[in-house]
């Protein structure tokens, strides 16, 4: 098992959130799920995703991929997101 960790800035978290949850089926197929989701106290357009992912290199296919950018993009994403690949430490 593998954790991606993303940092995404949003124009408006309720439509990038909508937009987020209908790509679910998506992700599902990449082995790709969803553990935590915050947003920043002190900047709520600024959010923080834990995800769980099966498999690194599908994990990689799909967040830079340009069917993902461009709906990030339709979804208010400012930049591309900050990503980090994890690994258990063990």
Known sequence: MFHIM???????????????????SVRDSMGIREFNLWRNVDDPLDVVLLLHATHVAKARAY??????????????VEEPPEVVYLSDSN
């Not at 967040?63 to 208010?76: C, I, N, T, V, Y």
């Open 6 to 24: 993303a940092r995404i800035k949003v124009t408006d978290f309720d439509a990038w959130k909508q937009a987020y949850d209908r790509g679910r």
């Open 63 to 76: 967040f830079e991929s340009e069917e993902l950018a461009q709906r990030m993009a339709a979804a208010g």
